[in-house]
């Protein structure tokens, strides 16, 4: 069973449109004590990154999403929600984010080093490039284009957390992740058959993780 964790700042209808598609069962909390009993939690995302932190804080989401992680249960972080598991974003100010993953979230340029302009926000489908295509949340895909919304953008030295990037005038971390935290810029909601593929994918791992608690 999937947890989708609901703090105000969320696209859940649609999120939730495309687990039914799957036949993927699902609940949507805010209390900590609802969502520990997910196999998986999702962590949906639209709007700031400042605010959003302020939201899980008041929720007590924060530290609850973090021992999520740290205790290696099944975790993904949608676009916004993507970016919260980082270090901190420069949006609106230096803010501190959920310390998960390595990195910092940066406003694009929005201009090349050539001096031309180019326009932000990111809106439309861009190419996955598979940093790591054995990993298991790409299982049976084929790179292929998503759907992306957004202004800021990680920057991570850590390689290793980059699954798959993109690119839009620099490269663009699309798919990272630790361990089973997993995070899509993207919105595979609404990237067509390789975002519901993906979403398959972290499915599985949720069902995984649940046998192996003998809950299934």
Known sequence: MIGIIDYGMGNLHSVSKA?????????????????????GLILPGVGSFRDAMSILREKRQDGFIQSWSNDGRP???????????FEGSEENGDAEGLHILPGYVRRFNGRTQEGSTYKVPHMGWNK????QPDHT???GTESG???????YAVETSSKDVLIATS??????????????????QFHPEKSGE???????????????????NGEF
């Not at 687990?19 to 196999?39: M, N, Q, S, T, V």
């Not at 284009?145 to 202004?151: A, G, K, N, Q, T």
């Not at 690119?167 to 935290?181: C, M, N, R, W």
């Not at 390789?194 to 046998?211: A, D, H, I, K």
């Open 19 to 39: 687990l039914e598609r799957l036949g993927l069962a699902y609940f949507i909390a805010e209390e900590p004590e609802k969502l520990i009993k997910a196999d």
């Open 75 to 85: 975790l993904l972080g949608i676009c916004l929600g993507m970016q919260l598991l």
């Open 128 to 131: 996955l490039h598979y940093n």
């Open 137 to 139: 949340i790409l299982n």
């Open 145 to 151: 284009h998503v759907y992306f919304v957004h202004s």
């Open 167 to 184: 690119d839009y005038h620099q490269e663009v971390p699309a798919i990272t992740g630790k361990g089973l935290t997993i995070g899509m």
């Open 194 to 212: 390789l975002g519901l593929n993906l979403l398959r994918n972290f499915g599985e791992l949720v069902n995984e993780r649940g046998q192996k």
